[in-house]
């Protein structure tokens, strides 16, 4: 991974305006950057500090250059349907109907570029009875039924970061569909809107779990099935030293060598039935006495190199560190910044980070001569505060 700022990736040739906003709309643009796209994102004008020391800290926003612009004025809007003339998308996280009445919504932008890929990120989506209203990640997976599933068997659920909806279910559908979009339009279809919404994203996620209940392999009770924390071979275990494994056994053949490497025995509790979920509490606390008889490391050191599915919790710090994940580059340093290196990865169109986390409009002047503004004009705008 280079920091040459020359475009790579299977996306190099790709121009996106990104209207700034939080969470998964970031996300999305930063994977299209990471995968080669040009990606210039308007921030708003109140308050952009262009002369910031250093990179931005806010790695979501890497990839970018930055235009600080007043969408409230008729020139900025002006302003940003130039740059939409000469794009392949725009990305947009606002609730239903903003940027229509910023004068920035699908028509207006289509009719500036009819080839034009116009990507959408909410929470619950266009339309429907929610759509008006806020929401974040949690209230998504409520409504979808997948925050009713995580968690321990008679407790109540856990919010399981943000990475689910927002990321999972948001971000990354926006940009899957965005990508979709652009392959169709390059077909010779016409310009489109992908309306991405998080309910939408998280639903699809979900799919297996439908699947294993009407297969009668899911129970609706938290914490008791084979993927959610209920069996014994699919969870965390506490070590002597008051950190974690995860143990992901689920095969009987990677089981059985778990069972011989750990030298977990075969007597009492430890012989039960493993297949028999009433088994399973017993040999839960059968597992949890083993596992606290060695610190983590130790169980690493013995378990790592087999097919018995275990491996060290990591924390944020230890993870980059980690033999796997070094030797793959998992992590990389950008900017005298450690943090995730772009995924996938490409054999013939490899990406690259190219440019760290922008400081809003740090490159307004930059970006309006590429869109063909002569400098009296780029100073009248910047008078006006039109932009910054």
Known sequence: MTQDSAPTGPLAGVRVIELAG????????????DLGAEVIRVDRAAGADPSGDGPHPDLLNRGRRSIAVDLKSAAGRDVVRDLVAGADVLLEGFRPG??????????DCLAANPRLVYGRMTGWGQHGPSAPHAGHDIDYLALTGA?????RAGERPVPPMNLLGDFGGG???LALGVVAALYAVRAGAPGQVVDAAIVDGVAVLSTQIHALRRLGMWRDERGVNLLDGGAPFYDTYECADGRYVAVGALEPRFYDELVRLTGFPRDGDEALDRTDPDNWPALRAAWARLFRTRTR?????LL????ACVAPVLDWQEAPEHPHLAARQVFVDHAGVTQPAPAPRFSGTPTALRRPPPHPGQHTDEVLAEAGLDADRIAELRATGTVR
């Open 22 to 33: 939080i969470g998964p709309g970031p996300f999305a643009a930063m994977m299209l950057a």
């Open 297 to 301: 490391d130790e169980w690493t050191d």
């Open 147 to 151: 925050l009713h599933g995580i968690g």
């Open 304 to 307: 790592a190199a087999s097919d």
């Open 98 to 107: 903003v940027t229509e009445r910023l004068g920035l919504g699908p028509a």
């Open 171 to 173: 971000g990354m559908m």
